[in-house]
């Protein structure tokens, strides 16, 4: 029987990595060369809304089909496992707000890991809007803060649902305020806003798309919003820095794959998205959806996600959240 030479052996192994690197180059030169698919994880509404039109816009620029499909439920978490569980090729993406990624690996119960995911490009941004009913006895944010501190606990605060980005959003501006709310989860951000229009919370937190409705038909009053500064869309309401709390959280929607897709495909896919999210297609749809076209590519858009990540880290284990 002939033994085989230390050599030969390694001149297989550089045969076999040369061709899997070769196979790798090949495959990122020609992406893409097939249909592209983007998950939703949530139901059909507004962010299935910028997805699909997303889709159209990159289909025309890269000469391929990009399909949309919705898998929603666990509040994002099957859309999300579904995308981290597939193959890094380019092919797949999530199209999603950060919290999928870092907030469900923090409550121990997802089938992912915050690693399994990487940030690709982010499209639009939109801050978070607080707003309380009309007849709330405050009208600002001092009013707020100063009633909550009078009266621990008893404002109470209507979300999406526990653990939810509404929710910690809500949760962190207690934090940083040095105040406590009485937390009410609802099946989505609409049953939420229906309560306080009933009186039966004080308090809720959305994207402007979801609130200014109510809030120009004189039946919610605007508090602040969460943004860094203040967005177009409501220019007239402050932000909570302006008022002295010092949160900065919005809603930075983009596109995210499974880990390790090559960096010539991320930059690929990154010039189409920059070139869908400039045209004036994309811009006036933004603009109804009272969002702002923003893009970042995947370095900037990590960042944003790695600072919401360590803000939650920090959150999370402190209001109990796990427990509740």
Request: no cysteine.
């Amino acid at each position: 029987m002939k033994l085989i030479s230390s050599q030969s052996i390694k001149n297989i192994f550089y045969i076999l990595l040369f061709s899997l690197l070769s196979t790798t180059f090949v495959n990122a030169q020609n992406w893409p060369s097939r249909a592209i698919t983007i998950i939703v994880p949530y139901a059909p509404g507004t962010t299935d809304q910028e997805a699909r039109r997303l889709a159209e816009l990159i289909s025309k620029i890269v000469g391929q089909p990009v399909v949309v499909e919705n898998k929603e439920g666990a509040g994002g978490a099957i859309g999300t496992q579904f995308v981290a569980r597939s193959k890094p090729d380019g092919y797949t993406f999530l199209f999603a707000a950060p919290a999928v990624i870092t907030i469900a690996p923090l409550m121990g119960n997802a089938l992912y890991k915050y690693e399994d995911l990487m940030p690709v490009a982010r499209t639009t941004s939109a801050p978070h809007v607080l707003a309380s009913r009309a007849d709330a006895p405050f009208k600002n944010v001092n009013e707020m803060l100063a009633y909550a501190k009078a009266n621990p606990g008893n404002i109470v605060f209507g979300s999406s649902g526990t653990s939810t980005a509404v929710h910690l959003a809500g949760e962190t501006m207690a934090d940083v305020a040095g105040i406590s709310l009485k937390h009410i989860p609802y099946k989505g951000l609409s049953p939420a806003i229906t309560a306080a229009l009933g009186g039966f919370v004080d308090v809720v937190i959305g994207l402007p798309v979801a609130i200014k409705p109510q809030i120009d038909a004189g039946k919610m009053r605007a508090i602040a919003q969460f943004g860094a500064t203040r967005a177009t869309a409501i220019q007239d309401v402050p932000t909570l820095k302006e008022s002295g709390v010092n949160v900065n959280l919005s809603v930075d929607l983009g596109l995210f794959g499974p880990a390790g897709i090559t960096p010539s495909i991320v930059a690929n896919i990154n010039e189409a998205v920059a070139k869908a999210v400039n045209t004036e297609e994309f811009k006036a749809f933004a603009s109804r959806a009272l969002a702002a076209p923003a893009y970042l590519p995947a370095d900037d858009y990590k960042k944003i996600v790695d600072g919401e990540r360590a803000l939650y880290a920090r959150l999370v284990p402190k209001i109990k959240l796990i427990d509740k």
